[in-house]
């Protein structure tokens, strides 16, 4: 599968959560080889809140909803993804459950990397393992001072 028309994307999202990886084309293709890559169609649920899944997802294209459920303030749609935007990154980083649930709402070409093989990865190549944690760690924070700011209580 061709990695480009994700890494155009990636490079095109204009966001404050945006995912601002520094890869080579190189680097990109190596770093497809541990990803895989899946269609969504509209109303799937990508991720459901309460699992415990180590998988982070990169959205090629589409438009994909995330949103909690209970009573909890943040019982409502927290964002709105684009293509470029990266997805379920906490699970990457430990085994604690989904804080929201994200829904296709066009159809949607994700690549997923799971928690195995981001291993893999960092045993083999650990500068690019380096690079997305220090990547997706940027994005972490960015939504929870987002989510701060807004006073959605983070869990």
Not at 33 to 58: N, S
């Amino acid at each position: 599968m061709d990695i480009f028309p994700l890494a155009q994307a990636v490079q095109s999202l204009n966001a404050d959560d945006a995912w601002r990886v520094r890869l080579s084309a190189d680097q990109w293709r190596v770093l497809a080889q541990y990803l895989t890559r899946h269609e969504i169609l509209p109303g799937d649920l990508l991720v459901k809140q309460g699992d415990t899944d180590r998988t982070v997802y990169l959205l090629e294209q589409g438009t994909m909803q995330v949103f909690a459920t209970g009573n909890s303030p943040a019982g409502h749609r927290l964002a709105i993804l684009r293509p470029g935007a990266v997805v379920g990154e906490p699970g990457l980083f430990g085994d604690a459950t989904r804080m929201a649930n994200v829904e296709a709402m066009t159809r949607c070409a994700v690549w997923a990397l799971r928690g195995p093989r981001f291993e893999e990865l960092a045993q083999r190549v650990p500068a690019l393992a380096i690079e997305l944690l220090r990547s997706l760690g940027g994005v972490m924070a960015a939504r929870m001072r987002a989510n701060l700011a807004r006073q959605v209580p983070v869990t």
